[in-house]
T-cell receptor
Framework: DAGVTQSPTHLIKTRGQQVTLRCSPKSGHDTVSWYQQALGQGPQFIFQ???????QRGNFPDRFSGHQFPNYSSELNVNALLLGDSALYLC?????????????FGDGSRLTVL | QKEVEQNSGPLSVPEGAIASLNCTYS??????FFWYRQYSGKSPELIMF????GDKEDGRFTAQLNKASQYVSLLIRDSQPSDSATYLC???????FGAGTRLTVKP
């Protein structure tokens, strides 16, 4: 049973560029949440997708956008990259949209912005 | 702003001791609480969740919740070096995480 898979694992971008990160949820899960984790910090909630719609959003600017596909996989897009966007981006899947259930995390995509 | 606060540590305990990890939250309406463990360079994994006031035990782990004091804790009994990790407290709905407490268990 495949767990949560994320790609790419590492990437380097320069300021002003755009990036797309991808996530496939654990088999049977229908909800995908995205988190940003800076070094030494806890994960910060970006947004959550269910039924191809953004259901909840954290305190992140509109430069951060996402999408969920009919097969429940998801993308995170970040435009106009800033140095401060350098972080580990974690995708988590679950079965219940309101997060009363367990989150299963992928191994993350580490983004470095130069 | 809904906050989840944890002591960042590091917390160091000898092998076999009890490790006590604490978390406070600001949203009085919070209903569910989670403890995740994150090894260095790895993604978080769920250890325990608790919904009701009181204690919940699972093996060497005990979660304690006091909604009146807006406080949740995790006790690790008979701590092992393999328990050395960062422990993250998370609060429901948008699953807000604290910054985590780094625990080191010394042999």
């Amino acid at each position: 049973d495949a767990g949560v898979t994320q790609s790419p694992t590492h990437l380097i971008k320069t300021r002003g560029q755009q990036v797309t990160l991808r996530c496939s949820p654990k088999s049977g899960h229908d909800t995908v949440s995205w988190y940003q984790q800076a070094l030494g910090q806890g994960p910060q909630f970006i947004f959550q997708y269910y039924e191809e719609e953004e259901r909840q959003r954290g305190n992140f600017p509109d430069r951060f956008s996402g999408h969920q596909f009919p097969n429940y996989s998801s993308e995170l897009n970040v435009n106009a990259l800033l140095l401060g966007d350098s972080a580990l981006y974690l995708c988590a899947s679950s079965l219940q949209v309101f997060n009363t259930g367990e989150l299963f995390f992928g191994d993350g995509s580490r983004l470095t912005v130069l | 702003q809904k906050e989840v606060e944890q002591n960042s540590g590091p917390l160091s305990v000898p092998e076999g001791a009890i490790a006590s990890l604490n978390c406070t939250y600001s949203d009085r309406g919070s209903q569910s609480f989670f403890w995740y463990r994150q090894y260095s360079g790895k993604s978080p994994e769920l250890i325990m969740f608790i919904y009701s006031n009181g204690d919940k035990e699972d093996g060497r782990f005990t979660a304690q919740l006091n909604k009146a004091s807006q406080y949740v804790s995790l006790l690790i009994r008979d701590s092992q070096p393999s328990d050395s990790a960062t422990y993250l407290c998370a609060v429901n709905n948008d699953m807000r995480f604290g910054a985590g407490t780094r625990l080191t268990v010394k042999p």
